[in-house]
DNA sequence: GACCAGGCACATC
DNA sequence: GATGTGCATGGT
């Protein structure tokens, strides 16, 4: 039940905008630093903040644990929420030193579960930042949940709007082929067409999914 | 000038 | 367990 929709959904989506080639980073490193710079953030806000960590050679995760405070919340100021991001970062990598000695390689080794674990016993990592980190750094077949998911998926009637994100990772998930190819490419494209058309406001005029009996049922006043 | 963005932790009830 | 609030820059 629903679980056709779901691929039906994916299939326009992809028809219509195609390979997103998520996550836009170099790295492993730089993709964990996106995820937590990105949180309520927009990438293009993020972008700023990752070319000044860039251009002060400084994207590593040596040189990042080894900057003082005020001198990476200044690299990152565009990104938004400096303060709280640098000190989220910093946990990060104290968690990453004190026991992996800095190897990603190694945290690579922990199983799903552990690694999941790990990475939301850090502050500032939830389930959000956690699942991109493990989908998109680490390559583990997790869906990642996030506001736009929950927002288009509502809209159409699948789910209540604030749906448990444990409830709806296991419903995409269970829709879904066990894939993390897919699963990279399908959280790209609901964040795709959740800018382009599914906000708070709804901008349904011409969205390919085209929920707007739906919607318009729900918003008119 | 409002509205919004690829969340999270913490306080309070 | 649910709900409210602070965090902050920058584009539309």
Redesign the pocket.
């Known amino acids: 039940m629903g679980s056709n929709k779901i691929r039906d959904i994916y299939d326009i989506l992809f028809k219509t905008f195609g390979h997103q080639h998520?996550?836009?980073g170099d790295t492993q490193f730089e993709i964990i630093l996106?995820?937590i710079l990105?949180?309520?953030?927009?990438?293009?806000?993020v972008e700023?903040a990752i070319r000044n960590i860039k251009n002060a050679g400084l994207m590593a995760a040596a040189k990042i644990y080894a900057l003082p405070e005020d001198c990476l919340a200044q690299l990152i100021?565009?990104a938004?929420?400096?303060?709280?991001k640098t000190k989220r970062i910093k946990s990060l990598l104290k968690w990453l030193f004190d026991n992996y000695e800095g190897s990603l390689e190694a945290v690579g080794n922990l199983s799903d579960h552990a690694l999941r674990e790990q990475l939301l016993g850090i502050?500032?990592?939830?389930?959000?930042?956690?699942d991109?980190i493990m989908l998109?750094a680490f390559g583990r077949v997790v869906f990642v949940v996030?506001?736009?998911t929950a927002r288009i998926l509502s809209r159409h009637g699948l789910i209540d709007e604030?749906c448990d994100y444990e409830q709806l990772r296991e419903l995409l998930e269970g829709a879904l082929p066990a894939d993390a190819v897919l699963f990279n490419e399908y959280h790209a494209l609901f964040?795709r067409v959740?800018?382009d058309y599914c906000?708070?406001?709804p901008r349904c005029a011409d969205c390919p999914l085209n929920c707007l009996p739906i919607v318009s049922g729900l918003f008119e006043q």
């Open positions: 998520w996550w836009p996106g995820a990105t949180q309520n953030t927009s990438w293009q806000n700023k100021r565009p938004g929420y400096f303060n709280i502050k500032g990592v939830g389930r959000e930042t956690a991109s998109y996030d506001a736009y604030y964040v959740g800018k906000r708070p406001k």
